[in-house]
């Protein structure tokens, strides 16, 4: 069965650096997600991804963030100057055709900011 | 805007029981709905949706959810639980059609016990 990878699964770093986050999503999907979950909290949306730019972003993903498909399979999440309240497990996603609305998720990277 | 609540962060629960995780949801647009399992360490994976047509809806593992349009809920239900389903449960909602966001609920943590 198709699945969403990431890499790495963990990765430390510290303060002001910066950082990239892979994923590859599902081949034939469109739609590219990420989100990420802050240790005890809930799961909160980052940014959305389709046709090669941005279709929707929230309040988190200010100037420091940015998202790139830099081939045809993989999907990335960079932050430019990483803060401590970075500091989460992230999530990518994916989603198919235009009628299939469930988004797969990926393992994850948890990311530690030191 | 969509904002979905679990109320109850944690159900214990005797093996073989009965369960019910409970999920209420607000929005102006028409939405999916969408029940996510976690497990220790590891990342979403769906347990099942409600796009349209009959309200009650099966997904994997035994679990099904009523869509109450009027209560605006989606419930989760177990008939009889084992150790195995002890993990995170999320709700989430996106508003119809494709490649949109999910809202997650704060989770609730099932507890399966002997």
């Known amino acids: 069965e198709p699945e969403v990878t990431q890499t790495p699964s963990h990765q430390v770093t510290q303060m002001g650096q910066e950082v990239i986050l892979r994923c590859v999503p599902i081949?034939?999907?469109?739609?590219f997600y990420w989100y990420r979950q802050i240790l005890g909290q809930k799961v909160e949306f980052l940014v959305s991804?389709?046709?090669?730019?941005?279709?929707?972003k929230s309040e988190i993903f200010d100037d420091q963030f940015s998202v790139e498909r830099p081939d045809g399979s993989n999907f990335t999440l960079k932050i430019r100057s990483t803060k401590l309240e970075d500091s989460a497990m992230y999530f990518c996603?994916?989603?198919?055709?235009?009628?299939?609305?469930?988004?797969?998720f990926g393992p994850g990277t948890r990311l530690t900011v030191t | 805007a969509q904002s979905v609540t679990q109320l109850d962060s944690q159900v214990p629960v005797f093996e073989e029981a009965p369960v019910e995780l409970r999920c209420n949801y607000s929005?102006?647009?028409?939405?999916?709905l969408f029940w996510y399992v976690q497990y220790p360490n590891q990342g979403l994976q769906l347990l099942l949706k409600?796009?349209?047509?009959?309200?009650l809806v099966k997904g994997i593992n035994g679990f099904e959810a009523e869509f109450n349009k009027s209560q605006t809920s989606f419930h989760l239900r177990k008939p009889s639980v084992h150790i195995s389903d002890t993990a995170e449960y999320f709700c989430?909602?996106?508003?119809?059609?494709?490649?949109?966001?999910?809202?997650f609920g704060t989770g609730t943590q099932l507890k399966v016990e002997l």
């Open positions: 996603a994916s989603s198919g055709t235009l009628s299939s609305y469930e988004q797969y």
């Open positions: 929005s102006s647009v028409s939405v999916y």
């Open positions: 409600y796009l349209s047509g009959s309200t």
């Open positions: 991804f389709y046709n090669n730019e941005i279709s929707e």
């Open positions: 989430a909602v996106s508003r119809t059609g494709g490649g949109n966001k999910l809202t």
């Open positions: 081949s034939n999907h469109l739609y």
